[in-house]
T-cell receptor, first 110, second 112 residues
């Protein structure tokens, strides 16, 4: 059975304090590792797809990396507007089906 | 602008009532999905459809039904058999292969 676990459950940072979110996965035949941002009362917003170990993607203050067992979302010098829930999802051999982690709630204080 | 539209934003269900949640997309995506999100839990897959007139059960399909008569539309019916329907329901769509899923802004269903 595919499994995705995110840690920590919640993270509080001061503005400018860099940190990382973790996503551990056990998936047969990984077809893609996806990161999403979700604001309260909204649907998840797509951020990144990573397909193979060693791959990295960047967007503004966010950088996602992938190993054979984990993915990290690095946040550099965060701002209060980066506060959101960050979701990780893995796609395995079952076409189109994603397994989601429970999310990390990030709060950035000014 | 292309996107996914879910309606209504809020919905209330009475005991013994079936309710239908709407999902429309204009992204020309073949695949569509319905998820349920509960506080502190990840998204759980209810049903998915890879092509018109075909759909498969996800991990928590009991008490739900769907149809896929048009490429653009994938409505979800929450039946009276679903005993704990209070949740945030999300619809998504994706293109071929390992393309990312894109989500609507959800429908919050509550019980009267």
């Amino acid at each position: 059975e595919d499994q995705v676990t995110q840690s920590p459950e919640a993270l509080r940072l001061q503005e400018g304090e860099s940190s990382s979110l973790n996503c551990s996965y056990t998936v047969s035949g990984l077809r893609g590792l996806f990161w999403y941002r979700q604001d309260p009362g909204k649907g998840p917003e797509f951020l990144f797809t990573l397909y193979s170990a060693g791959e990295e993607k960047e967007k503004e203050r966010l950088k996602a990396t992938l190993t054979k067992k984990e993915s990290f979302l690095h946040i550099t010098a965060p701002k209060p507007e980066d506060s959101a829930t960050y979701l990780c999802a893995a796609g395995g051999t079952s076409y189109g089906k994603l397994t989601f982690g429970q999310g990390t709630i990030l709060t950035v204080h000014p | 602008d292309g996107g996914i539209t879910q309606s209504p934003k809020y919905l209330f269900r009475k005991e013994g009532q079936n309710v239908t949640l709407s999902c429309e997309q204009n992204l020309n995506h073949d695949a569509m999905y319905w998820y349920r999100q509960d506080p502190g839990q990840g998204l759980r897959l209810i049903y998915y459809s890879q092509i018109v007139n075909d759909f498969q059960k996800g991990d928590i399909a009991e008490g739900y039904s769907v149809s896929r008569e048009k490429k653009e539309s994938f409505p979800l019916t929450v039946t009276s058999a679903q005993k704990n329907p209070t949740a945030f329901y999300l619809c998504a769509s994706s293109g071929q292969g390992s393309q990312p899923q894109h989500f609507g802004d959800g429908t919050r269903l509550s019980i009267l």
